[in-house]
C-alpha cells in the first residue's frame, strides 16, 4: 500500500478539498493508499484559515505534525524569506528540523497541497516530493495568475496542470503526470472575442482577474487539479508510474517523459 505524506500551510479552503478529496478516495477503496502524517509549517493560533485546516486533519484521525516556519526565523533572529530571493541560511535548519520529526512517520511519496514553502535541497534529495502546477511539460512558469496572462498574451489554444517532482528551483523539477486541455470553445469563444485588439497590459490595467477570460481559464484548470491529485497517487499505487533515482519511469522501469493522464481527467470532469 502506498504511504503519502501530505505536507500543507492549510492557508484557504483549496488546502482543505484537497485532502477532503484524496481522503474519501482512500475511504472509498478508489485510491489504494493511506495518509501516513499531515505535516503544516504552521502551529495552532497563527491563522483561523490553518485553524480550521487542522479541525480537518483531526477530524480524520490523521497523524498532524506542525513546525512553525514564522516562529522558528523569529526564535533565531532571522529574516523571513522573500520570493525571487535565494532562500536565508535558516531554512535549512529549518526542514532539518521538520525531517527530524518526520522520521516517526516513514512515507513512499510526498505530496505538495499548498505547502507554501520551497523545500532545500537537502530535503528534496531524501523525498520524492511532488507539487502541482497549473502548466503541462513545457508550459509556463510561474504562479498561477502569471501562468494565465502568460497564455492570454500568447493567444493559446490549449493548457494543462502537472504534478512535477519537487526541486529547490522553483517549478523547474521533472514532470511526472499531466493533462491538457482547450482553452476555446463555447465558454470560452466570448471571452477571447472581448480580448481582441488589446493587450495583456491593457487587460490587467483596466480589469485585472476579474476579466471574464481569466476568470474562465482559471475555473477551467481549478476544475481539474483536485482529479490530477487524486488520478497522480492512484497512479503511483497501482505501480503505473514510479521515481528512481530521480527520474520518472513507466511499469516497464525505463525512464518516461511523465505519465499522460489526459483521457482519464477528461473522463472524470465529463462525468463531474
Known amino acids: 500500500m502506498l504511504n503519502i505524506g501530505w505536507f500543507s500551510t492549510g492557508r484557504d479552503e483549496a488546502a482543505c478539498q484537497l485532502l477532503e478529496e484524496a481522503w474519501q478516495a482512500i475511504q472509498a477503496g478508489d485510491l489504494k493508499a493511506r495518509i501516513a502524517f499531515v505535516f503544516s509549517n504552521r502551529e495552532r493560533g497563527?491563522?483561523?484559515?490553518?485553524?480550521?485546516?487542522?479541525?480537518?486533519?483531526?477530524?480524520?484521525?490523521?497523524?498532524?505534525?506542525?513546525?512553525?516556519?514564522?516562529?522558528?526565523?523569529?526564535?533565531?533572529?532571522?529574516?523571513?524569506?522573500?520570493?525571487?530571493?535565494?532562500?536565508?541560511?535558516?531554512?535549512?535548519?529549518?526542514?532539518?528540523?521538520?525531517?527530524?520529526?518526520?522520521?516517526?512517520?516513514?512515507?513512499?511519496?510526498?505530496?505538495?497541497?499548498?505547502?507554501m514553502l520551497i523545500f532545500t535541497e537537502e530535503a528534496c534529495q531524501r523525498y520524492n516530493l511532488l507539487n502541482l502546477h497549473p502548466a503541462p511539460p513545457g508550459g509556463p512558469a510561474g504562479t498561477c495568475q502569471e501562468v494565465i496572462w502568460q497564455l492570454i498574451e500568447q493567444r493559446a489554444k490549449r493548457t494543462?496542470?502537472?504534478?512535477?517532482?519537487?526541486?529547490?528551483?522553483?517549478?523547474?523539477g521533472p514532470p511526472v503526470t499531466y493533462c491538457t486541455y482547450s482553452i476555446r470553445g463555447r465558454a470560452l469563444d466570448g471571452p477571447w472575442a472581448q480580448v481582441v485588439g488589446?493587450?495583456?497590459?491593457?487587460?490587467?490595467?483596466?480589469?485585472?482577474?476579474?476579466?471574464?477570460?481569466?476568470?474562465?481559464?482559471r475555473r477551467q484548470g481549478v476544475m481539474r487539479?483536485?482529479?490530477?491529485?487524486?488520478?497522480?497517487?492512484?497512479?503511483?499505487?497501482?505501480?503505473?508510474?514510479?521515481?528512481?533515482?530521480?527520474?520518472?519511469?513507466?511499469?516497464?522501469?525505463?525512464?518516461?517523459?511523465?505519465?499522460d493522464l489526459t483521457q482519464e481527467i477528461d473522463r472524470l470532469v465529463g462525468s463531474a
Open 160 to 172: 494543462g496542470i502537472m504534478m512535477h517532482l519537487a526541486t529547490k528551483e522553483l517549478d523547474q
Open 46 to 115: 497563527e491563522d483561523s484559515a490553518s485553524d480550521r485546516f487542522f479541525d480537518l486533519v483531526e477530524g480524520y484521525d490523521l497523524p498532524l505534525v506542525c513546525l512553525s516556519s514564522r516562529r522558528f526565523g523569529q526564535e533565531r533572529g532571522e529574516p523571513p524569506a522573500h520570493a525571487g530571493e535565494p532562500l536565508p541560511s535558516w531554512r535549512a535548519d529549518y526542514d532539518r528540523a521538520a525531517m527530524h520529526l518526520l522520521e516517526a512517520h516513514p512515507f513512499d511519496l510526498g505530496v505538495l497541497a499548498g505547502y
Open 198 to 217: 488589446r493587450s495583456v497590459a491593457d487587460v490587467r490595467a483596466s480589469e485585472g482577474e476579474d476579466n471574464r477570460l481569466f476568470q474562465e481559464i
Open 225 to 259: 487539479e483536485l482529479p490530477l491529485v487524486v488520478a497522480t497517487l492512484r497512479a503511483f499505487a497501482e505501480e503505473k508510474v514510479h521515481i528512481a533515482r530521480g527520474r520518472v519511469v513507466g511499469t516497464d522501469g525505463l525512464p518516461i517523459d511523465a505519465y
